[in-house]
């Protein structure tokens, strides 16, 4: 059992950062990849990030791919979301997740509340 918290999140004007954290509980938190997801009011769940058990493999959607960096402490279990250059689409709530790696949101077996991200135009 995994329990996942994040926090980070807040209001920040459109080209703006962000560092987003989610704390995991447990001894197991190295066997499992980590990813983000956000939802958007309206909008379905979205991927936006992963990071295998390692960090040695990562992905990242398109729409985020070279301004947001995802890394991990395995020392401290804790997995980062660093988001730079924020556009008003960028606002959602963001979920981590721990699981297999991957894109869908069903390769992940534990997710966190989520932390709400609102990014000014």
């Known amino acids: 059992q995994v329990q996942l918290v994040e926090s980070g999140g807040g209001l920040v004007q459109a080209g703006g950062s962000l560092r987003l954290s989610c704390a995991a509980s447990?001894?197991?938190?190295?066997?499992?990849?980590m990813g983000w997801f956000r939802q958007a009011p309206g909008k379905e769940r979205e991927f936006v990030t992963a990071?295998?058990?390692?960090?040695?493999?990562?992905l990242y959607a398109d729409s985020v791919k070279g301004r947001f960096t995802i890394s991990r402490d395995n020392a401290k279990n804790t997995v980062y979301l660093q988001m730079n250059t924020l556009k008003p689409e960028d606002t959602a709530l963001y979920y981590c997740?721990?699981?297999?790696?991957?894109?869908?949101?069903?390769?992940?077996?534990?997710w966190g509340q989520g932390t709400q991200v609102t990014v000014s135009s």
């Open positions: 447990g001894r197991t938190f190295i066997r499992y990849a």
């Open positions: 997740a721990a699981g297999r790696y991957g894109t869908g949101s069903y390769e992940y077996d534990y």
């Open positions: 990071i295998s058990w390692s960090s040695a493999m990562t």
